[in-house]
């Protein structure tokens, strides 16, 4: 996002930089769990049935077929289900990183 510059300014004009202290705050003011996924994480390269992962993946293809289960899906569902099924993994395991 710093490379493209009208992106970041976009964005830091909306205040995204508070997203997550404030959604922490208020999980954390419901009684819930506020996890954050690593950002190098490849939920979009990752088929979320076999867990198989492509090389690479530009922006412009937005559904790819895993070669060995043949699942089609859009890249965001399989990206959302993925960092939901990464969030699961670390809760089990007991370490996550938390927003900072």
Not at 33 to 60: A, M
Not at 63 to 75: E, H, I, S
Request: hydrophobic share 35%.
């Amino acid at each position: 996002m710093v490379r493209h510059h009208n992106l970041a300014k976009a964005i830091r004009d909306c205040s995204w930089g508070m997203f997550c202290p404030m959604l922490k705050y208020k999980a954390e003011w419901q009684g819930k769990t506020y996890r954050e996924v690593d950002r190098f994480f490849p939920s979009f390269k990752t088929c979320h049935v076999c867990l198989n992962q492509v090389g690479s993946l530009s922006l412009n293809i937005r559904t790819w077929t895993c070669v060995y289960c043949q699942t089609t899906d859009d890249r965001d569902i399989k990206g959302a289900i993925n960092i939901r099924n990464e969030a699961l993994r670390s809760l089990s395991l007991g370490k996550a990183r938390y927003c900072l």
